[in-house]
């Protein structure tokens, strides 16, 4: 199986060389994230929204409980994007994003004018793995939405957002990962997965995300896995629930 998962990923490579000249000429990387990338995001994020928006609402339904005594609920977005979350979460809510690419501003200020039940804070271009101009401690929720599948580092993450969140605050996330290690949908997700790497921004499909976030020492954490409602199979495996600092 490891010989014929070889050869096909070989296959993909040599379909998508072109790709790989752009990526060895040191091109890609600017295209992609200044132009590709945000672009696609912004079309894609809204179909799932669609076929996810009932998972979203149960997930986010909760949000409002981890405010903070005054009422107020400061959340921070880890891997903000376009802000398609936005229209999920409950009113008056104080929203910080961090992202590291600055390409996604603009498509973030219209996300905001079409979202006005929330008060937008700021944005900050960072890696989730180092969001030192956040303070220790200083947010109720942190919200992460199909990031950990391409970050570096998930456990450098993961103690970053223990960090930034106050005792008793909750980590929320929704992420794509590994199929089941028997299933066709794993063995194309392991073909496939060098091309996804380099064609999604670091994106990847084989990733147990699940695990890092078991692993990361919350005190509570609820877990559900799922076949989301989508139309690409080899994103359809699902984690998402909340961990409790």
């Not at 103690?159 to 008793?168: A, F, I, K, N, W």
């Not at 084989?206 to 409602?229: C, D, H, M, N, Y």
Request: net charge positive; aromatic share 12%; charged share 20%.
């Amino acid at each position: 199986m490891a010989l014929t998962i070889f050869i096909l990923q070989l296959a993909v490579r040599i379909l998508a060389c072109p790709l790989y000249l752009l990526n060895f000429l040191g091109l890609w990387k600017g295209i992609c994230k200044k132009c590709f990338f945000p672009f696609f995001l912004v079309r894609c994020t809204a179909t799932y929204n669609k076929q996810m928006a009932s998972h979203k609402r149960e997930l986010f339904s909760s949000l409002q409980e981890h405010a903070s005594p005054s009422g107020e609920l400061s959340l921070l977005e880890l891997g903000c994007g376009t802000g398609a979350n936005f229209k999920f979460y409950p009113p008056g809510c104080r929203v910080t994003c961090v992202d590291p690419n600055p390409n996604f501003e603009k498509f973030l200020i219209k996300s905001i004018a079409e979202n006005r039940h929330v008060q937008f804070e700021r944005f900050v271009v960072a890696a989730g793995e180092d969001m030192h101009p956040v303070a220790d401690g200083s947010m109720d929720v942190v919200v992460c939405t199909l990031v950990l599948c391409s970050v570096e580092n998930q456990e450098r993450i993961l103690q970053e957002v223990r960090r930034v969140l106050r005792p008793g605050g909750a980590f929320y996330f929704l992420e794509h990962v590994a199929a089941e290690h028997s299933t066709w949908n794993y063995f194309w997700q392991q073909v496939l997965d060098p091309v996804w790497y380099l064609l999604f921004d670091g994106c990847n499909l084989t990733r147990e995300s699940w695990k890092a976030v078991e692993r990361a020492g919350f005190s509570k954490l609820q877990l559900q896995r799922i076949q989301a409602p989508l139309s690409m199979a080899l994103v359809r495996p699902h984690i998402y629930g909340y961990a409790v600092k």
